[in-house]
């Protein structure tokens, strides 16, 4: 299912010219750029006059004319990406590309020395010394931007040149650059660093820390190693270390690969202290900021711990997020063996990063996502030559080999289940793994070649998403696992031994964190994605739909479901058309629908009986399952006969709907044997309590015309009503007595601590903030029944203001904004050479010979995104 992704990214390996991406840094050395146009976007050239500026040429922000300041990182991870596909696909023609592009940042090194410019021969940017200057003056982001970034995706490539096609060359350029870096850092305090790195996106260091530390190793250099100390950041250490949550509003790309690094400066030192702090980072992570298909983020940034559906926007989940979780998941599990990385690898591989390559061939571009939306009609915008996420978006798709074995000198662990060949080097093995995952569960793993005669433990994980136990077959020994555990076989192989086992499949629902009634739908590990144009969260009937194991079951089973999804690419469950996550296709699309039973049913069969909401707003079905599935199919009856009856004693189900309840549930197909003696006597015993039970009040419930935002604000002004129900006579029927203009029925409803006033009809709740709405029925008895929700109301958006301070050739810009409702989540801008970015602090931007326009927007807490307003900064001579 990898191939066609790889296969793709493979085309554009081959064809890119190797000059386009040397283009940036031989114009800044004063090279010839043999013609060659720069990648773009980011990755374009810069502004002539800032292009050879060494650490003291700049001429001070009020002076500066700069551009596209982040050039040369899509240059390093494109060299990372040619030497793993070289690797991994044993090409020399890909090898060549790798020397050729080597040298010719070899080249570039030596000519930037030469000049006598720059604080160290090891120097090598696209770009001049000055941003790493002005980052130790704690330059913002708009003046500079992220220049230790840069550094690293540069020493990242050529790390990896050397380590997986043995390009002795780009060793000797990275440990030249290794002892700028340290020339520079060692210069400054402890104090000064640290501010550095707090540095919004200015700071922002990817992953140094982890090259260094692979490079100290490599290169036989200690001094390496307290060279990536000095990209430790305490505070967030000490945060992991604590288990203290720190995360909320934190750039999380800024952060992440700062993780890789310690669980390698863990593998060099052995300091536990280190690997402990990335265990409690992760785990406020995953799964509390967690979406359906492995991303987290709100705008780049992480929203508050155990918030999905509440931190749902138009910008979640960025892509090069994942790439860095995949690397700290794939380091812990190595360290740990603890399977719950795996879950989330699994995961986020067979979704996020398969889904975020279009299905297309390119000759220019790596056609990649930089956003994976997650909300209601989103929709993936390819392309990102040149971005952060084109960068990662290179890797992600030639390296979908790695995390599927790990390997002991005794022990062998199997951690993703692919189609591929396992060269267990230290045991002497070698295996080819076949299945068709993820549209058919068969697995069979061959020995293909097994030297030596001592026992060798071969362990292959179950996925957690497996509907039953499994049993594996050897010859004619069997083994079981759990889902979610490892099926362990310890014994003296030989060659042709294979292991056989069937994963079943099943559909699941798996519920938001934060918002039980917002669910995704998966077939094993596949992600489903609904078809639809509308921007408001997809009704499914997920708990009628519900097996005994609360797996739900449809008129196709899951093996039909997926093989379907496989040869047609779309099926159509319960009505509705769904892709897969990782089809890379192109329409819009829903990954959580609303959980919205109309009516209660078991298995797929339907009482007729409505689902009605109680007090609590809770269903029958959904306090039913609220606790997933059950082991046998008396339990669940005898949750059904519980939950009917807290129905009942709330006014919402007659006698006659309670027995069609009761009556629904036994006949329903679970796969087990039914007992009729016994479920007679259970629905006597039932209609004994209900009978027993008397003053049932009549039932109110408030209901509303519209979805609140995932915010859970209501972005427009609502329209309530009220439905009520008198069910205690036995024989009523649910919708006949619903009248709230009933004479026997009074219907009254309250707003915040304001005055009772008779129910009429529909009303809009028009007044903006939180208000509390009460409602209460009462019947001729005096009996009465109330209900209450909390309505958010914010419809306008922030408004926003700019301030302008000229500095003589530059503009320093304060961007402001108010809401006084739910408040401003944040100010986000975007200029020329910029992204679409969030505002932190006063900025400067340089004056050019043509204006520039800087666009701002604010959005506020309850979702409300403003139109973008505009400044146009004046020419340099105006």
Known sequence: MFARAEQQMLHLARVYPIDRLLAVFRRNAGLDTRGAAAPGTWEDFGHPNEDAWGEHDYPGRENAQTANLLRGHYAGHFLSMLAMAAAAQDDDTLRAKVTDMVAGLGEVQEALAAT??????????????WQFSMLESYAPYGEIWAP????HKIMAGLLDAYELVGNEQALEIVTSMAYWVHKRLAALTDEQRQRMWSLYIAGEFGGMNETLARLSLVAAEPLFLETAHFFDQHNLLEAGQSRTDILTDMHANQH???????????????DERKLDAVVGLWQ??????????????ESELWGPPNSVAGDIGHRNAETCVSYNMLKIARLLFAHTLDARYLAYSENTVHNHIL????????????????????????????????????????????????????????ALWITRLAAVDIDWREGGMRLSLDTELPADGAVVLTVSEAHGEDERKLNVWVPTWAGAEVSACVGDQSYTAAPGSFIEITRTWAEGDTVRFELPLAVRMDPTIDDPTLASLAIGPTLLLAHSDITTPLSFPFDSLRALDGSLRFDRS?????????????????????????????????????????EIGFAGATSGVPNRVRADGATLLSALWSSGGFASRAELLARVRSEALASRSEGLLSRDEFVRVLEAASVADYGQSANAAADTLALESALA?????????????????????????????PVLSLRVFDLAGNDANADSAADAGSVALRAEVRIDDGEWATYTGPFVLEHEGVHSVVARVTDARGLEGRSAREFAIDTKAPEVSAKLKRLGASVEITLNASDG?????????EGPGTFWATFQEAFVRALSDEEQVIEFAATDRAGNEGRRARIVLPRVND
């Open 116 to 129: 006598g410019r720059y604080s160290h021969p090891g120097f090598l940017a696209a770009y001049g010394e």
């Open 148 to 151: 230790y970034y840069t550094c």
């Open 256 to 270: 992440l690969p700062q993780l890789v690094g310690y669980v390698r400066d863990y593998e060099v030192t052995g």
């Open 284 to 297: 406020q992570i995953v799964p509390g900021r967690t979406y359906a298909h492995g991303g987290n983020g």
């Open 355 to 410: 889904g975020s390559k279009r299905d297309v061939n390119s000759d220019v571009s790596p056609e990649v996502t930089y956003m994976f939306p997650v909300h209601a009609g989103a929709i993936r915008e390819y392309d990102n030559v040149g971005t952060c996420c084109g960068g990662t978006g290179l890797e992600n798709h030639v390296g979908y080999g790695n995390g599927v074995a790990f390997e002991g000198e005794e």
């Open 558 to 598: 899951a093996a039909e479901l997926a093989s379907a999804l496989r040869s047609e690419g779309i099926i159509e469950i319960g009505g509705i058309e769904f892709e897969a996550c990782g089809s890379g296709r192109e329409e819009k699309f829903h990954m959580y629908l609303r959980r919205a039973d109309a």
């Open 689 to 717: 309590e209900f009978d027993a039970m008397i003053d049932i009040p009549p039932a109110v419930v408030i209901e509303v015309d519209a979805e609140a935002a995932a915010s859970g604000w209501y972005t427009t002004a």
């Open 821 to 829: 409702i739910s408040g401003v989540e944040r100010i986000q801008w």
